[in-house]
């Protein structure tokens, strides 16, 4: 048995033109399939290619880490994005926001903030933390919250292959564009309702393990 990354849920022109059809092709049939190739070669053989890529994520170091977690991430990442992403979150989302943060307003400049910030290739993230509370995470390479018992909430790729092309170097108008137009907060709101809105990582853990099958397919 192999991992296989799940199908794009919209068309590669579907975010443009705030992110291109080239840079979404690219990075889905280049950059995601990739991490399963090169997943399923660093199994061949070994007693870790039974484990589930949550397992694989949460147990691992080195190449079978690396590229679990980013077949996880990007997984996560394309679910985060929408054509008809941007505006605002909505109620029960935005009351949890405001607990938070105080304003919608200053969680999406910690979160632009974070992702600018991240030095080198990595992401951003919006989580809900072992205590229950809302909160903005930077984490580095292929870095996972679920590492560290958050449940990841959404997230922003920040590595250059997201942007490069149609960025180049302008890393903050791509983050910028991005929260304005693409973050579909249905998605982060239903993450949100699916793990009791705050009730902490056990449930979280179910979740993502009752998902996983949404995270790769087994073919
Ligand atoms: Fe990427």
Not at 39 to 67: M, Q
Not at 113 to 134: Q, T
Not at 182 to 201: H, K, Q, R, Y
Not at 208 to 213: N, Q, T
Request: aromatic share 10%; no cysteine.
């Amino acid at each position: 048995m192999s991992f296989k990354v799940p199908a794009l849920p919209y068309a590669f022109d579907a975010l443009a033109p705030h992110i291109s059809a080239r840079t979404v092709e690219l990075h889905y049939e280049k950059h995601h399939q990739g991490y399963a190739k090169k997943l399923n070669t660093a199994l061949e053989g070994k007693p870790e290619a039974e484990k589930s890529l949550e397992e694989l994520i949460l147990t691992t170091e080195g190449d079978v880490f690396n590229n679990a977690a980013q077949i996880w991430n990007h997984t996560f990442y394309w679910r985060s994005l929408g054509p008809k992403g941007g505006g605002e979150p909505t109620a029960g989302l935005r009351a949890a926001i405001v607990d938070a943060f105080g304003t919608v307003d200053t969680m999406k400049h910690e979160l632009a903030a974070a992702a600018k910030g991240e030095f080198g290739s990595g992401w951003a993230w919006l989580v809900l933390d072992k205590d229950g509370r809302l909160r903005v995470a930077q984490s580095s390479d292929a870095h996972n919250p679920l590492r560290k018992g958050h449940t990841p909430l959404l997230t922003i790729d920040v590595w250059e292959h997201a942007y490069y092309l149609d960025y180049q170097n302008r890393r903050a108008d791509y983050v910028e564009s991005l929260i304005d137009h693409l973050i579909d907060w249905g998605f982060v709101a239903s993450n949100l309702d699916a793990i009791g809105g705050g009730e902490g990582s056990r449930k979280a853990d179910r979740h993502y393990r009752e998902a996983a099958s949404e995270f790769a397919e087994r073919a």
